[in-house]
């Protein structure tokens, strides 16, 4: 039985007796084993096998295992010398490439934030006191299912194992997140426009097109881009029931339907099906997502499942951005220090999805693929034209490293990394003020088929 899960824990103390941290292992070893997971736990292997094959054992599983639990309840047993072998071994191996697709998940008591080894900083930390064992376990789950489904993407869309990224916590349920997405309407809705106008120009028959938009959010996008389609069928919908209820009332017009559906859920197919049903749409003449997929852990998962709804001739079409595509002149090397803040907190979405969009429609089946790109500058806009520039693409970014140091608050580095990007943030803005900073990026939007 090869290994997914390794837990490393202190067994005894100075004393001989059982540690607290042996409960929590066993703990963890009966509800991921009880999940269907692979687990070695060091006591039960010492039964089965005796002390004579337990050495070899353990370096047997730390070459299987793809997550290390490293538990400890002080900073003397995460020292100790089995615990510290074991985690440095591991770690060593994921920084060297023989272990690929790989991580080291702390659970840690009583351990200041500087007192944690620069091995483990910059993976993941759970507490034990804020943390159940079932989030443990769940946030395992989630990895190794992740890892297995990107071991089947054909696109190459790699995902940081180290620092969580993709593995994105963005919610649009927020005061600022909703200012935010409508500014996001506006600001792109040439790029849209022009995408649609190509797949309309390019339809044999507009005159009952049938239209999904995922991910629809508030339905600010969806009203904006296809109520001025006559006679059409528009299916909006977003894994938030309270997004989906402002859409109904707020956004609604003739022929648009909302409904919660999570992109990701495993009833996707069937639960889509349902609401095709309610609404009489047998397939999709448009499949609509902007600024979407970058949210999800495996884009050509919903890609792929998607592309069976499309009618013969019908067309995909994905808006996303990249922040590589970011050029700016005067800024002071601030933009620099935001991204890099941003980029390398935990729990992030895939901010250099724009660039991916092509191989990723090309490798989930889809023919004659087009890219198209809107540039957005500051060149002639208002001051306030500018301040919405600035609240739409850099304002939203210290959110990811609030909620970070909220949940972890003796973390030294996180309210710093916190404090950081706040005073940057502010320094930016003063800069969008002035006339003589510039800024520009790109929106990258991939239009295909599925014939």
Same mark, same amino acid.
């Given at each position: 039985?090869?290994y997914?899960?390794?837990?490393?824990?202190k067994?005894?103390?100075?004393?001989?007796?059982e540690?607290?941290?042996?409960?929590i292992?066993?703990?963890?070893?009966?509800?991921?084993?009880?999940?269907?997971?692979?687990?070695?736990?060091?006591?039960?292997?010492?039964?089965?096998?005796g002390?004579?094959?337990?050495?070899?054992?353990?370096?047997?599983?730390?070459?299987e295992?793809?997550?290390?639990v490293?538990?400890?309840?002080?900073?003397?047993?995460?020292?100790?010398?089995?615990?510290?072998?074991?985690?440095?071994?591991?770690?060593?191996d994921?920084?060297?490439g023989?272990?690929t697709?790989?991580?080291?998940?702390?659970?840690l008591?009583?351990?200041?934030?500087l007192?944690?080894?620069r091995?483990?900083r910059?993976?993941?930390?759970f507490?034990?006191d804020?943390?159940p064992?079932e989030?443990?376990?769940?946030?395992?789950k989630?990895?190794l299912?992740q890892?297995?489904?990107?071991n089947?993407?054909?696109s190459?869309?790699?995902?940081s194992?180290?620092?969580g990224?993709?593995m994105s916590t963005?919610?649009?349920e927020?005061?600022?997140?909703?200012? !935010?997405?409508?500014?996001?309407?506006?600001?792109t809705?040439?790029a849209?426009?022009?995408?649609?106008?190509?797949?309309?120009?390019n339809?044999?028959?507009?005159?009952?097109?049938?239209?999904?938009?995922?991910?629809?959010?508030?339905?600010?996008?969806t !009203?904006? !881009?296809?109520?001025?389609y006559?006679?059409a069928?528009?299916?909006?919908v977003?894994?938030?029931?309270e997004?989906i209820n402002?859409?109904?009332i707020?956004n609604d017009?003739?022929g648009?339907?909302?409904?919660?559906?999570?992109?990701?859920?495993?009833?996707?197919?069937?639960?889509?099906?349902?609401?095709?049903?309610?609404?009489?749409?047998?397939?999709?003449d448009?499949?609509?997502?902007?600024?979407?997929?970058h949210?999800?852990?495996?884009p050509?998962?919903?890609?792929?499942?998607? !592309?069976?709804y499309?009618?013969?001739?019908?067309?995909i079409?994905?808006?996303?951005?990249d922040?590589g595509?970011?050029?700016?002149c005067n800024?002071?090397?601030?933009?620099?220090?935001?991204l890099?803040?941003h980029?390398?907190?935990?729990?992030?979405?895939?901010r250099?999805?724009?660039?991916?969009?092509y191989?990723?429609?090309?490798?989930?089946?889809?023919k004659?693929?087009?890219?198209?790109?809107?540039?957005?500058d500051?060149?002639?806009?208002?001051l306030d034209?500018?301040?919405?520039?600035f609240?739409e693409?850099f304002?939203y970014?210290?959110?990811?490293?609030?909620r970070l140091?909220?949940?972890d608050?003796?973390s030294?580095?996180?309210?710093?990394?916190?404090?950081?990007?706040t005073?940057?943030l502010?320094?930016?803005?003063?800069?969008?003020?002035?006339?003589?900073?510039?800024?520009?990026?790109?929106?990258?939007?991939g239009?295909?088929?599925?014939k």
């Amino acid at each position: 039985m090869a290994y997914e899960i390794f837990i490393s824990f202190k067994n005894t103390d100075q004393n001989g007796l059982e540690t607290k941290d042996v409960a929590i292992a066993k703990e963890l070893y009966r509800q991921l084993t009880e999940q269907g997971m692979r687990v070695f736990f060091s006591n039960i292997i010492l039964q089965e096998q005796g002390a004579a094959a337990y050495k070899s054992a353990i370096e047997s599983a730390l070459d299987e295992a793809k997550v290390l639990v490293a538990v400890a309840t002080s900073t003397e047993y995460l020292n100790s010398k089995w615990v510290s072998y074991e985690r440095e071994s591991f770690h060593n191996d994921i920084l060297s490439g023989r272990k690929t697709g790989a991580c080291i998940v702390p659970y840690l008591e009583n351990i200041f934030d500087l007192d944690v080894p620069r091995s483990l900083r910059n993976y993941q930390t759970f507490r034990i006191d804020q943390s159940p064992v079932e989030e443990v376990v769940e946030f395992i789950k989630h990895f190794l299912s992740q890892k297995n489904a990107a071991n089947k993407d054909e696109s190459n869309n790699e995902i940081s194992l180290v620092t969580g990224k993709h593995m994105s916590t963005y919610s649009a349920e927020t005061k600022a997140e909703f200012k !935010r997405l409508k500014i996001q309407a506006v600001n792109t809705r040439e790029a849209d426009l022009n995408a649609l106008k190509y797949v309309t120009d390019n339809l044999p028959d507009t005159s009952a097109l049938r239209i999904l938009d995922m991910g629809c959010a508030y339905g600010f996008v969806t !009203r904006d !881009r296809f109520r001025r389609y006559a006679g059409a069928t528009v299916l909006g919908v977003d894994r938030s029931e309270e997004l989906i209820n402002f859409a109904r009332i707020n956004n609604d017009f003739e022929g648009a339907h909302y409904e919660v559906l999570d992109l990701e859920s495993e009833d996707f197919e069937e639960t889509l099906e349902t609401y095709m049903d309610k609404y009489g749409i047998e397939q999709f003449d448009i499949v609509f997502a902007s600024l979407v997929i970058h949210h999800l852990q495996n884009p050509n998962k919903l890609l792929r499942r998607i !592309r069976k709804y499309l009618s013969k001739e019908g067309f995909i079409v994905i808006r996303g951005s990249d922040d590589g595509s970011i050029i700016s002149c005067n800024d002071d090397g601030l933009i620099q220090k935001i991204l890099d803040l941003h980029l390398n907190a935990d729990g992030i979405s895939d901010r250099l999805n724009g660039r991916k969009i092509y191989s990723q429609l090309i490798t989930s089946g889809y023919k004659n693929v087009i890219m198209k790109s809107y540039i957005k500058d500051l060149s002639g806009l208002t001051l306030d034209e500018r301040y919405d520039v600035f609240l739409e693409r850099f304002s939203y970014r210290k959110n990811y490293l609030q909620r970070l140091a909220e949940k972890d608050p003796f973390s030294e580095k996180k309210r710093k990394d916190l404090q950081n990007i706040t005073q940057y943030l502010n320094e930016l803005e003063n800069k969008f003020d002035d006339e003589s900073f510039w800024y520009c990026e790109i929106d990258f939007v991939g239009i295909a088929q599925k014939k």
